[in-house]
């Protein structure tokens, strides 16, 4: 999954027309690790979403006025408007995950 490296970068890809996954993280959160193990194969399942990741401690402007309040948190855009938000305690399972992305059908 590629990384979000810029605040441009995170612009462009939210203001997309198509699904916008970030997956907001950090290198120390064990609970992100996990996540990492299995969140390939649900990718995988999702080839009309695009997938990033992003550092909560390098973007913490962004990571604030997104409301990210615990790590990882999955946020989808499109056009520039945050449209799901799941978060921590809820993204732990890949069933949890992949019930969040099928909520999403009806928002393309």
Request: hydrophobic residues 30%; aromatic residues 10%.
């Amino acid at each position: 999954m590629e990384r979000i490296q810029t605040e441009k970068q995170y612009e462009d890809l939210i203001n997309r027309d198509g699904l916008t996954v970030i997956k907001y993280d950090a290198t120390w959160c064990p609970d992100c690790k996990t996540l990492d193990k299995f969140l390939p194969d649900i990718m995988a399942k999702h080839p009309d979403k695009e997938f990033y990741a992003m550092d909560v401690e390098q973007f913490e402007d962004i990571t604030s006025k997104n409301d990210v309040r615990g790590i990882p948190s999955l946020l989808v855009y499109k056009n520039g408007e945050k449209l799901a938000h799941l978060h921590s305690k809820y993204a732990k399972t890949p069933t949890e995950i992949s019930e969040y992305l099928e909520t999403l059908e009806s928002k393309k």
